[in-house]
Nanobody, 125 residues
C-alpha cells in the first residue's frame, strides 16, 4: 500500500508558475514509477508526465512539453511537477499516481496502482 498526498495547487494568472508536490508514504518509494495526471471538468483523465524509479528517465505529454518538468527526490519520498508558462487550458484537478512498473513509463491510468486525492489548479486569463 502506498499513500499519496498532493499539494501546491491554487489560482494563478496565465503565464505564471506553480510547483505541485506529492508526498508518498507506505511501501518503498524507489520501487515505483511515478506519474502526474489531470482531469478538467467534463473531460477524461489525461496523462501529463511520468518519471522512472531512478529519476533518470522522464516523459512529458506534448501538451506540456517545454513548460512542465517532473522530478523526484527519493530521499524525501516526494515527486514534483514544476509548471511554468501556465495557460487557461491547464486548469484541472491534478493527481499523482504510482505504478509498480519500475522499468517503464506508462501513459495509461490503468497501469497505475495508487492515486492521491488531487489538487486544484486554476489558470485565469
Amino acid at each position: 500500500q502506498v499513500q499519496l498526498v498532493e499539494s501546491g495547487g491554487g489560482l494563478v494568472q496565465a503565464g505564471g508558475s506553480l510547483r505541485l508536490s506529492c508526498a508518498a508514504s507506505g511501501r518503498t518509494f524507489t520501487s515505483y514509477t511515478m506519474g502526474w495526471f489531470r482531469q478538467a471538468p467534463g473531460k477524461d483523465r489525461e496523462f501529463v508526465a511520468g518519471i522512472r524509479w531512478s529519476g533518470g528517465m522522464t516523459y512529458h505529454a506534448d501538451s506540456v512539453k517545454g513548460r512542465f518538468t517532473i522530478s523526484r527526490d527519493n530521499a524525501k519520498n516526494t515527486v514534483y511537477l514544476q509548471m511554468n508558462s501556465l495557460k487557461p487550458e491547464d486548469t484541472a484537478v491534478y493527481y499523482c499516481a504510482a505504478s509498480a512498473k519500475r522499468w517503464e513509463i506508462s501513459g495509461y491510468d490503468s497501469d497505475y496502482d495508487y492515486w492521491g486525492q488531487g489538487t486544484q489548479v486554476t489558470v485565469s486569463s
